[in-house]
């Protein structure tokens, strides 16, 4: 690969980065996304070209010598947003890291030291690559040059050389400026020929060649109106020309020569990616491929009896091809403690040293992911003691969003060493295999080795937090709970959901029926387009809102047409008994475990940043319970014998309990302590009503406001969800505050502690970090301040079922009730219990969940049971 010269227009490609990214940020809440883009292209340049010389043009300022020639040239432009203005002082970290040269001349714009350096390149016959955003700069290309543009943001380049250009533009690479003359730039403000496209002025330009020789011969203009726009706007045209030609004569203080490029320190790089939370790149820089890092002495452990162990602390580490491990195939593990480490082929779990080191409760064990090691090994009939530390649940209970809950980035975060970053060996899907052996017994050791070191790193962080609490007395129990609740599963009556699905689909087949009838024409229902042409064009519905592709048939869109027309109704509705079929009925089909007809669900406890559980395969957080057809899911799920009911019990308004306990308001509470109903009281204060004059309206748009409240909901958010004015939303909101000083006092604390502290807390010390919190950004920020308001209200929510879960687990664990518990679903329990036993997990969870914690208002639960899960409301 030939050596060559490359230069980079770096406004434009940070522009384009900065655009075409979502705002990302680093732990310190410093906007990150265009230099991420930028950066990731300046990888590829050095991967694709080896460059001898490299520089990035920078324009000096608002102000060039173009604005002599017109004042108004590129002021039409919006004002650069902050989140990017405060990148381009980091992007020049980022290049001085790299070792590349920057340059900027004040009056010049980059276009114009990139051109005058291309000049001298030319003259010296150096090849040369241009990286830009901006077609003016394909003027440049010549037999020594291509440019190379970005499309898509930075993730796709397309490269013109003189030849390209005139393939694919139709004319000459000298005719571009001419080109731009006539057509104008309306992002630079060029005037140009208003009127005149790339289509006509490429056919003019074909026709005479240049700008100055169309006004010579402009009695030879086809076409009236387009002589008229011409000749009305020569001055125009001529000074646009002016305006797009980059000068290529800049007094630039610097040569080709000066550009002399022979790499960079993988060392510096590596620094200030870990800096700016760069981790994903860190692997395309040498130094960050694990050959690249100091060897790791490691023993391959055919004997498990050869394994010296320690009294104090072993890791344990296990890999696994995927993340289902319920199903997946261990690839082995790596051991590490104080006198040595050790790779431990999968061979070992048929030793009996090996399962009694793991069944052995005096054998400490620190682990990453407690959960997933512990079930997996269950399903291989072998138990696990005495593990004492969990990494993945520690680093998410310190900062739930400043990794992405692997080893590998929570490694990276704390800037330990020795780690493998390629997390690619194994491949995915069909490509999915193990490398040779050497390539992933490395990896895996490599894995465990920064697993040790981040033992001391992490339990550090959780004292400094004061959430040792948090962590040994709720998560770490927690998780030993819940991995029993997903190896146990839930039993699943499969030939019910058989038969709801062939029901749905015959409601489907009816409703389609029906929207062919309206329509007066069978169409596909799932194609927008043909959707949009029957809605807008045949039925001649308004027009909401069009797409480049068409007419939107959105939800929003559809539910502002309800009125206008019966078909509305209809393709709503069949939408909604669809993504039921698909998601959820099917769904739940596809993880039936065929020998045990139950599923097993997995509960991620290190996902959300409020603390709450989520699961997959499948989801049961979400599975829609407004529609009735949604609640009759739950009939297939079932007990687990004849003797057997689902027992369910739920928190009742929790939020709003934790709501009037932490904003200590002093109406609120007296309302839970006396058992008024919430809402009826929030009805009587908002509408200034005796409770006998409140109907169903009032006490749905006061429950709206209540829950709107726990999530900072604005006028707008609460005006969408009622039907009604801002003004009116405004007033209820104004009112309730008036109602309830308490929680407005809070609101206004919580946001002020956050912007202090750069986080909020749950009343059991969880942290949730707020890096938008004093954004100059209006809609970052104010995010950000609803967030305050609300996370320490979900959290601690979140913090009080857990501890339920716990409480109600220990209690059972000392009676000889028949009892499991199979689910957590928001502030809901279930169980299996014999239908002897109902009585007395009644009398044991209502005690344990409503005297989990101590609030200042009491807790009160719901609960029932039944055939199945829906019979358990």
Same mark, same amino acid.
Not at 354 to 364: E, H, K, S, T
Not at 739 to 759: C, E, L, N, W
Not at 801 to 821: N, Y
């Given at each position: 690969m030939a050596k060559e010269l490359v230069l980079i227009d770096g406004n434009s490609i940070l522009y384009r980065s900065f655009f075409a990214l979502p705002l990302l940020s680093n732990e310190q809440g410093v906007h990150t996304n265009a230099v991420f883009g930028f950066t990731k292209m300046l990888l590829k340049v050095f991967e694709d070209h080896d460059p001898s010389h490299i520089l990035v043009a920078f324009d000096a300022g608002k102000t060039t010598f173009r604005h002599e020639t017109y004042q108004e040239y590129k002021g039409g432009r919006q004002k650069t947003p902050p989140e990017l203005?405060?990148?381009?002082?980091?992007?020049?970290? /980022?290049?001085?890291?790299?070792? /590349?040269?920057?340059?900027?001349?004040?009056?010049?714009?980059?276009?114009?030291?990139?051109?005058?350096?291309?000049?001298?390149?030319? #003259?010296?016959?150096?090849?040369?690559?241009?990286?830009? @955003?901006?077609?003016d700069l394909l003027q440049l290309a010549s037999n020594n040059t291509? %440019?190379?543009?970005?499309?898509?943001?930075?993730?796709?380049?397309e490269t013109y050389t003189p030849e390209t250009i005139q393939d694919k533009m139709g004319i000459s690479k000298e005719q571009i400026i001419d080109l731009k003359a006539l057509m104008g730039d309306q992002s630079d403000n060029i005037p140009g020929v208003p009127g005149v496209g790339e289509k006509t002025a490429v056919k003019l330009i074909n026709q005479f060649?240049?700008?100055?020789?169309?006004?010579? #011969?402009?009695?030879?203009?086809?076409?009236?109106?387009?002589?008229?726009?011409?000749?009305?706007?020569?001055?125009?045209?001529?000074?646009?020309?002016?305006?797009?030609?980059?000068?290529?004569?800049?007094?630039?203080?610097?040569?080709?020569?000066?550009?002399?490029?022979?790499g960079y320190e993988s060392k510096d790089v590596l620094e200030v990616f870990k800096t700016y939370g760069f981790q994903s790149l860190i692997q395309s820089v040498d130094g960050g491929h694990e050959s690249s890092y100091e060897t790791v002495d490691f023993e391959v452990i055919d004997d498990f009896n050869d394994v010296q162990l320690d009294s104090k602390a072993n890791l344990l580490y296990m890999e696994m091809l995927d993340d289902n491990y319920h199903e997946t195939e261990i690839i082995g593990f790596g051991?590490?403690?104080?006198?040595?480490?050790?790779?431990?082929?999968?061979?070992?779990?048929?030793?009996?040293?090996?399962?009694?080191?793991?069944?052995?409760?005096?054998?400490?064990?620190?682990?990453f992911n407690k959960k997933a090691l512990v079930v997996a090994l269950k399903w291989r009939g072998i138990e696990v003691q005495g593990i004492e530390f969990d990494l993945q649940l520690a680093a998410y209970i310190a900062n739930p969003s400043s990794h992405d809950g692997n080893i590998t980035s929570i490694a990276n975060h704390y800037n330990v060493a020795n780690v493998s970053y390629d997390e690619e060996i194994y491949g995915k899907g069909a490509k999915q295999h193990?490398?040779?052996?050497?390539?992933?017994?490395?990896?895996?050791?490599?894995?465990?080795?920064? @697993?040790?070191?981040?033992?001391?790193?992490?339990?550090?962080?959780?004292?400094?937090?004061?959430?040792?609490?948090?962590?040994?007395?709720?998560?770490?129990?927690?998780?030993?709970i819940l991995a029993n609740m997903e190896y146990n599963g839930i039993k699943i009556d499969v030939e019910r959901l058989q038969t709801m699905n062939q029901d749905l689909t015959e409601r489907l087949d009816s409703i389609e029926k029906r929207i062919h009838e309206l329509a007066g024409s069978e169409f596909n229902i799932n194609s927008p387009k043909q959707l949009g042409k029957v809605l807008f064009e045949d039925l001649e519905l308004p027009v909401i809102k069009k797409t480049k592709t068409g007419y939107s048939t959105s939800a929003d869109v559809l539910e502002k047409l309800q009125h206008e027309h019966e078909i509305v109704d209809q393709i709503l509705h069949y939408r909604q008994l669809s993504k039921l079929q698909s998601t959820y009925l099917e769904g739940l089909m596809k993880v039936v475990h065929e020998d045990n007809q139950k599923i097993?669900?997995?509960?991620?406890?290190?996902?959300?940043?409020?603390?709450?559980?989520?699961?997959?395969?499948?989801?049961?957080?979400?599975?829609?319970?407004?529609?009735?057809?949604?609640?009759?899911?739950?009939?297939?799920?079932i007990p687990s014998g004849d003797n057997a009911v689902l027992f369910a019990a739920d928190y009742s308004q929790i939020e709003l309990r934790v709501l009037a306990h932490i904003a200590n308001d002093d109406k609120l509470i007296e309302a839970f302590n006396n058992g008024k109903d919430i809402h009826t009281q929030t009805a009587?204060? %908002?509408?200034?009503?005796?409770?006998?004059?409140? *109907?169903?309206? &009032?006490?749905?748009?006061?429950?709206? %406001?209540?829950? @709107?409240?726990?999530?900072?909901?604005?006028?707008?958010?609460?005006?969408?969800?009622?039907?009604?004015?801002?003004?009116?939303?405004?007033?209820?909101?104004?009112?309730?505050?008036?109602?309830?000083? @308490?929680?407005?006092?809070? &609101?206004?604390?919580?946001?002020?502690?956050?912007?202090? *502290?750069?986080?909020?807390?749950?009343? +059991?010390?969880?942290?949730?970090?707020?890096?938008?919190?004093?954004?100059?950004?209006?809609?970052?920020?104010?995010?950000?301040?609803?967030?305050?308001?609300?996370s320490p209200i979900q959290g601690s929510a979140?913090?009080?079922?857990?501890?339920? &879960?716990?409480?109600?687990?220990?209690?059972?664990?000392?009676?000889?009730?028949?009892?499991? +518990?199979?689910?957590? %679903?928001? *502030?809901?329990?279930?169980?299996?219990?014999?239908?002897?036993?109902?009585?007395?997990?009644?009398?044991?969870?209502?005690?344990?969940?409503?005297?989990?914690?101590?609030?200042?208002?009491p807790l009160t639960v719901d609960y029932a049971y039944g055939d199945t899960w829906y019979d358990a409301k």
């Open positions: 203005s405060e990148q381009f002082p980091i992007v020049r970290e /980022v290049l001085d890291a790299f070792g /590349v040269k920057y340059y900027e001349l004040d009056q010049y714009e980059a276009d114009d030291i990139i051109g005058t350096i291309v000049k001298e390149a030319d #003259n010296a016959g150096h090849p040369t690559t241009v990286y830009s @955003g901006d077609k291509q %440019v190379s543009l970005t499309r898509k943001g930075v993730s796709e380049i060649g240049t700008v100055e020789s169309i006004y010579d #011969n402009l009695d030879n203009v086809s076409g009236k109106k387009l002589k008229e726009k011409l000749e009305a706007n020569h001055d125009e045209a001529i000074m646009s020309k002016q305006l797009v030609t980059i000068k290529q004569d800049s007094p630039l203080e610097i040569s080709l020569q000066d550009l002399n490029y022979s051991l590490v403690n104080s006198h040595g480490t050790y790779m431990l082929p999968t061979s070992v779990l048929e030793q009996e040293a090996f399962r009694n080191f793991l069944n052995d409760n005096d054998q400490p064990k620190l682990v193990l490398p040779d052996e050497s390539t992933y017994y490395d990896h895996i050791v490599r894995k465990a080795i920064a @697993g040790y070191q981040l033992f001391d790193i992490l339990q550090q962080e959780l004292k400094q937090n004061e959430q040792e609490s948090l962590y040994y007395q709720l998560e770490m129990p927690l998780s030993s097993h669900t997995r509960f991620n406890q290190v996902l959300t940043q409020t603390g709450r559980l989520s699961s997959v395969e499948p989801n049961l957080q979400n599975i829609p319970i407004r529609l009735e057809e949604g609640r009759k899911i739950r009939q297939a799920f009587m204060d %908002v509408f200034d009503v005796k409770e006998e004059e409140i *109907d169903d309206l &009032m006490r749905r748009q006061a429950k709206a %406001v209540n829950f @709107g409240i726990v999530y900072g909901i604005s006028d707008y958010g609460l005006s969408q969800n009622l039907g009604i004015s801002r003004k009116e939303a405004e007033q209820f909101i104004n009112k309730y505050f008036e109602s309830y000083p @308490g929680v407005k006092q809070y &609101m206004d604390d919580i946001v002020t502690r956050a912007k202090r *502290d750069g986080y909020v807390e749950t009343i +059991m010390n969880r942290r949730r970090y707020l890096p938008d919190i004093n954004s100059r950004n209006f809609n970052k920020r104010s995010f950000a301040e609803r967030t305050a308001m609300n979140a913090d009080i079922i857990k501890q339920a &879960m716990i409480d109600v687990t220990t209690k059972l664990a000392e009676t000889d009730i028949q009892a499991t +518990m199979l689910l957590q %679903v928001h *502030d809901e329990l279930i169980f299996d219990v014999a239908k002897e036993d109902v009585e007395s997990l009644e009398a044991i969870v209502k005690e344990a969940m409503e005297q989990t914690v101590d609030l200042s208002v």
